[in-house]
């Protein structure tokens, strides 16, 4: 196999994988219950439910089947093994969009918005506007794995992915991300390579400067986001740690499905048990995870990113972008995010969705993304 190499690839789980799985569920030891909300964290009562239903009511050959419905693929680039899903549209002149996931998700978020993206007639859409999607997995996440060493973070990743593209065969392409996704969008954005026609991101991570008067630019919609960014500040000590010892946290997290699953659920189901996430979907997720062995790699990209603050620092990206605001989720504001990005060309407010639109408000992204690439495709 050559460097540049092409491998195509198939998810397939063994029944021994899923044995091990369900036995140390049954096997898992429970902490006592200091609180029955979610004050102190994840309430045990919540966790038992969820472990109940992937121990008894849980199919992971449902969701593998589903994945391995699309062309999968693994290459390296920069000695990394990239695993991603390759799906192209069946209309003529489609145009090339990478996807990119973040923590706690993976390529299994973006499901819903496959089928309307490549292929929109089929789905009582303009078929003048197409995607051939390219859906990778962070290094270090999924099966992008393991990782080839350290300084995995946002900009490198977004490096990476310009190679991916160009590699098969793509000289113009748009990118989409939220979460982590939105960091490597970003730093696609000010690296610029050529070929990028614009970025879509979901998050841009700015604050206030200080500088007088920025705040009386600020919108009803995002002045009211501010709740969200106390209660992150407030309740994120997964952010935390991760950014500083995510070696030693890693040890529970690919030895006990319980502990697992009780970090993975902070950003799925909220600080406070607020969002309403499908639980079948988010065990889908978080196997993953597990069948991977990934929940101390991925947490390597919070340190790597914390190490150089890739994804959050004040560069230029001039490149065209287009910002989506999902009431439920970190709310950019504008006037903030133009600081570092002065080439903004969309910008919406969104009437529902959380923090993986893809899933909980994939028409209104999909709408979203079509709109803006049809202005710089």
Known sequence: MTDTAITPFRIAITDAQIADLKERLTMARWPGSIAEDWSHGQPVAFVRELADQWLHHFDWRIHEARLNAYPQFTTVIDGQTIHFLHVKSPEMNAFPLILTHGWPSSVAEFLDVIGPLTDPRRHGLDPSLAFDLVIPSLPGYGWSTPLSGPGWEASRVAAAWDTLMKRLGYQRYGAQGGDGGALVGRELGIL??????????????????????????????????????????????YADIQSKRPATMGYGLVDSPVALLAWNAELFFGFEGDQDYDRDRYLAQLSIYWFTATGSSAAEFYFENARTGAG???LPNTVPTAVAVFPDDFRSVRAFAERSTPNIVQWTEMPRGGHFAATDAPELLVEDMRRFFAQVR
Do not use: C, D, W
């Not at 879509?200 to 206030?208: T, V």
């Not at 705040?215 to 994120?236: D, H, I, R, W």
């Open 192 to 237: 610029a390579p050529e070929g990028l026609a614009g970025t879509h991101l979901q998050q841009i991570f700015a604050f206030p400067s200080g500088a007088p008067g920025e705040m009386e630019k600020v919108t009803p919609f995002e002045m009211a986001g501010f709740a969200n960014l106390e209660k992150f500040q407030k309740y994120s000590g």
């Open 312 to 314: 959050y620092r004040e």
